[in-house]
């Protein structure tokens, strides 16, 4: 290898590792029986989709855990792949349509869906290639897309399997219901956000008298719907109207009066209208009273041929406009308040969603949550963070069956076939469909117009990535799968959805052994489900497009170096908490890059003075020549290998990345590496020095490999530079294991007063402005009860690293005149003045630096004590004040100790 560079350059180093690594097939996986399997599947991103921060931490770390299970020799596959996107995906191909002055109508089924293959062949891959960049290392001869010919059978499999068994069915049924798409959507896909609404009180006349009641609604035009009136059946203030008949205003139609435990006496007026056809629980309450079901709305949301004329081709929020008009000026209207509540939206359009009556496919999910549920109690699948059971559970419990189709044209058609007839079944194939309903093989079969949700493939996904419904080697051996990392606002509609379609589809199926699958241990999806933190810009908002404050991710690599982005992120998440991001904080990760880079640097400079062409040999340390920072530093080293492996075992990523931090940057470059120099450069032979240096290169290839998952990158580069690495790739080196017998206590307690003595005088040299050129002299006060000379075998190293001239022991009564202390361990380190520098000089400096510090901290505190400023700047403006505040009266007590230390006389 070159010799490296003075500065790391990521775009080159990135530029040149993935190619090789890609074309190397070293992200490849394949059946190795002696091998134990790690399988992560990738959450599959929308084929519409670009790489955004979410995606950047959540495959950033898949990829920590993928590449530390691959060094520690397990068979790591990590499957990716896309996911068809079919709302998402046919809105940017209508659209493209539009700018043509055409749309899908026009088009025809069969080129519009053609004309989207065409699309996904053009854009649909960008966030594959936007991920590279990333440096994930997918097993890209794996990919998959849920439209992909194996996953369109696994797709028809399912369907006709849970159709012969009953548990999909037809029905009409109130469903969450786009106007814009005009296509049903399951109770997952809708979010539902508190919106600032009105509640409209409408007087109901009573048929045959000169009583009325008063309803209250926030939907007015849906009243054309109605066909009953309902109250409580205890409710003492409308039980003599049952049986009677109200009259509905505006329309004239007669509406029964009925009483039901479901209604809540609480609610406004305590008696309300029942539209069967426009409401999920009046639906219900008609099913129970026999209700007559009326639509007065087209899947478009206009009002349709079943409502007074003067309303009918009207949009719903206009008909609405015109009925509370009409029942003002009828009299019908009582009062009008403001009130607040959750209203749904369409996840992809934002459209109001309509509770609509239409014809729709099901899946009768109780049967599947079931054992679903009992294997996420059962702990055979482990949340992190646990929290995460617990709203599992309860979505389990009250689950609902989940409407499946949807009314688009783009995505898996319903492999449901219509006989002439009107008689239909499910069937993989129009043959078997004709078998099936004891038809003749020229008779003509219609097939269902509708596609299945975008989600009913990917629930599939743990097994039909792997080949099912064949048995294939790979489905044998990589299911169960390991690890899901995703985010926690999928977990309805992926995971708990994968969880029992695994269960009910792999059962019987051969496993590792061969054997036929029946434990609940082999029919989970996954063993461990990470659910990711949500990224926040600086100031806690949730990032958007709108606010302008969700940073381009590939403006943030291009800028910093992958690395420094993968580090930050991972670094700046704790399990379970939000990510406050910024791009400038990705300055940590560039910054550690940085560092590691320069440590690398130093070494490979002293190896090749030391050594010339000839290459030490990397391998565990002797302990020949170890002193004191030997060690420590190995101590070090495999505390760390023990604190990293217990955090990523207990997916806590962010307290890996804490770990690695501390001990690269402070253990290893600051310390350990200024210590070294110490010996390098010292009076030894050279054969010691080369045993030293050869021992710190192996405890940098060491710390390289620890790194690696996080920084995959820099790593690669500089343990390529290390030594000849005869082809080999740090991803397929082995992952540094504890070695117990470095774990010292006592070099570990040795080195940290070591530290700290350093610390101090370095301190001290600061604070009296000592000039860095001047050696000082170093005069130890030992505690009583303790034995002097702690500090004789360390003085060449203080000599180095902090300019000791000599260090001596003094009895308390000797105490030099004028000194500046610090205590060590009880130890007091006195520095002498006097000589030293210019006091009277010195005197005079802290005097002015004290008064300009005096009149800063004035003007902090007089702004701190003004309500205008407190209650007015942002609270974040506010708090810098207060830090600001308090690290001006720390420097203020440090200037006066100095002043009064040189002061005495």
């Not at 309450?285 to 004329?309: A, I, T, Y």
């Not at 629930?459 to 489905?475: A, C, K, N, V, Y």
């Not at 004290?850 to 007015?872: H, M, S, Y």
Request: charge should be neutral.
């Amino acid at each position: 290898m070159s010799e490296l560079a003075k500065t790391y350059t990521p775009h080159e180093v990135e530029e040149r590792w993935y190619p090789r690594w890609e074309s190397g097939g070293l992200f490849h996986a394949t059946v190795h029986n002696d091998r134990e399997p790690y399988t992560i599947l990738i959450p599959p991103p929308n084929v519409t989709g670009i790489l955004t921060l979410g995606h950047v931490l959540n495959n950033t770390l898949q990829d920590i855990f993928i590449r530390w299970k691959r060094m520690q020799g397990y068979e790591a596959c990590w499957i990716p792949g896309t996911d068809h996107a079919g709302i998402a995906t046919q809105n940017a191909v209508e659209k493209a349509l539009a700018k043509e002055g055409t749309d899908r109508h026009a088009l025809g089924r069969a080129k519009f869906v053609e004309r989207v293959w065409q699309w996904r062949e053009l854009y649909g891959r960008t966030i594959v290639r936007q991920l590279r960049k990333l440096g994930v290392s997918c097993d890209w001869e794996r990919e998959r897309f849920t439209m992909d010919e194996g996953l369109s059978a696994a797709v028809r499999e399912v369907f006709v399997r849970l159709f012969d068994k009953g548990l999909i069915y037809r029905g009409k049924y109130i469903v969450n219901w786009c106007t814009y798409h005009r296509t049903a959507l399951s109770d997952d896909e809708v979010e539902h956000e508190e919106t600032n609404g009105r509640l409209y009180y409408i007087r109901y006349p009573i048929e045959g008298s000169k009583e009325s009641v008063v309803i209250a609604t926030t939907r007015p035009e849906t009243m054309l719907g109605d066909t009953a009136l309902c109250f409580h059946p205890k409710d003492e203030r409308y039980r003599h109207l049952a049986g009677r008949q109200a009259v509905l205003p505006l329309a004239g139609r007669r509406l029964p009066i009925i009483s039901d435990d479901y209604i809540d006496s609480t609610f406004a007026t305590g008696i309300m209208k029942v539209t069967p056809a426009h409401d999920a629980n009046d639906f219900l309450l008609g099913q129970r009273h026999n209700l007559q079901v009326m639509s007065v709305m087209d899947e478009r949301g206009v009002m349709n041929e079943f409502v007074p004329k003067q309303y009918e081709g009207l949009d719903r929020f206009e008909c609405r406009k015109s009925i509370v008009r009409d029942l003002e000026a009828g009299g019908f209207l009582v009062k009008v308040e403001d009130y607040v509540h959750n209203l749904g939206h369409c996840y992809r359009c934002r459209t109001v969603i309509e509770p609509f009556l239409s014809d729709q496919w099901f899946v009768r999910m109780k049967p599947l949550a079931k054992p679903a549920l009992k294997v996420v109690q059962d702990g055979l699948i482990r949340f992190h963070p646990e929290r995460w059971t617990k709203v599992y559970e309860h979505w389990m419990n009250n689950i609902r069956d989940w409407c499946i189709s949807r009314q688009l044209w783009w995505g898996h058609r319903i492999p449901v076939y219509y006989a002439p007839d009107g008689t239909y079944t499910a069937a993989r194939s129009e043959d078997e469909a004709r078998k099936k309903l004891g038809l003749a093989p020229e008779m003509p079969l219609t097939q269902d117009e509708d596609v299945l949700d975008t989600w009913f493939s990917s629930w599939l996904w743990p097994f039909s990535t792997l080949g099912w419904p064949e048995d294939t080697r790979d489905l044998r051996y990589f299911n169960p799968t390991s690890t899901l990392v995703t985010g926690p606002d999928i977990i309805f509609f992926w995971v708990a959805r994968m969880i029992m379609a695994n269960i009910e589809f792999m059962k019987g199926m051969p496993g590792r052994d061969g054997k036929p699958r029946q434990k609940d241990a082999d029919l989970v999806p996954f063993r461990d489900v990470y659910f990711t933190s949500i990224i926040r810009d600086a100031q806690g908002r949730k990032m958007s497009k709108s606010l302008g404050n969700s940073p381009d991710p590939l403006e943030v690599i291009a800028e910093y170096g992958s690395d420094a982005l993968r580090f930050t992120i991972t670094y700046l998440a704790p399990l379970g908490q939000d990510v406050l991001f910024s791009a400038d904080k990705c300055e940590i990760g560039r910054n550690f890059a940085n560092k590691i880079w320069n440590a690398g640097r130093f070494l490979l400079m002293n190896k090749k003075d030391l050594f010339g062409t000839e290459a030490p040999r990397l391998e565990v340390p002797s302990e020949n020549h170890l002193d004191l920072a030997d060690r420590w530093i190995l101590s070090r080293l495999n505390g760390a290998i023990r604190s990293l492996s217990v955090s990523l075992d207990g997916f806590q990523v962010n307290d890996a990345t804490k770990t690695l931090y501390e001990f690269v940057w402070h253990d290893f470059c600051d310390w350990y590496v200024e210590l070294l120099k110490t010996r390098l450069y010292g009076d030894e032979s050279a054969d010691i020095r080369k045993n030293v240096l050869q021992r710190a290169l192996w405890i940098f290839d060491q710390a390289l490999r620890l790194l690696h998952p996080f920084m995959p990158f820099v790593t690669e580069e500089l343990w390529q530079n290390l030594d000849d690495r005869s082809g080999a790739f740090l991803m397929r080196s082995a992952f540094p294991r504890v070695d117990e017998r470095w774990i010292d206590p006592k070099a570990d307690e040795e080195m940290g007063f070591v530290q700290n003595v350093i610390n101090a005088l370095r301190n001290i040299r600061g604070e009296n402005n000592i000039p860095p050129s001047r050696e000082i002299e170093v005069q130890v006060i030992v505690p009583k009860g303790r034995r002097g000379g702690n500090l004789e075998p360390y003085t060449h190293y203080l000599q180095k690293l902090a300019r000791v001239a000599a260090v001596s022991e003094i009895p308390a009564s000797k105490r030099p005149r004028v000194a500046s202390s610090a205590v060590v361990d009880g130890y007091e380190i006195l520095v002498p003045l006097e000589g030293l520098i210019d006091l009277k000089a010195e005197r005079n400096r802290l005097e002015k630096e004290i008064q300009r510090v005096e009149q800063i901290l004035d003007g902090i505190e007089k702004k701190l004590a003004n309500p205008q400023f407190t209650e007015r700047a942002p609270r974040s403006v506010v708090e810098r004040e207060k830090e600001k505040q308090a690290a001006f009266r720390v420097n203020l007590e440090k200037l006066r100790t100095n002043l009064k230390q040189l002061s005495v006389s």
